[in-house]
């Protein structure tokens, strides 16, 4: 999978649970903590192109993926594609 690239905030739930699917999984990936870095949700959005409400926000590669239920959706769905 290509590398994992996750905009979140120590605080959040969701955040903390997509770094752990990717440290669980052993997928490579960036954790950037928007509040230590003092990035604003507007900052994001420019960075992904799109509007953000929430976080985190993640991409995979060039690709954006959403957010933690769909990151979660998104590598169960590349899992069974490698299984079969």
């Excluded at 993640?58 to 590598?75: K, P, R």
Aim: proline share 2%.
């Amino acid at each position: 999978m290509d590398h994992v690239t996750i905009y979140g905030r120590t605080s959040c739930g969701f955040c903390v649970r997509a770094k752990s699917l990717c440290e669980a999984k052993g997928l490579a990936h960036t954790w950037i903590d928007i509040a230590a870095e003092g990035l604003s949700k507007a900052d994001i959005a420019e960075k992904i192109g799109r509007p953000v409400h929430t976080v985190p926000q993640i991409l995979v590669g060039d690709e954006y993926v959403g957010g933690c239920d769909e990151f979660f959706q998104f590598v169960r769905s590349r899992e069974a594609v490698l299984q079969n």
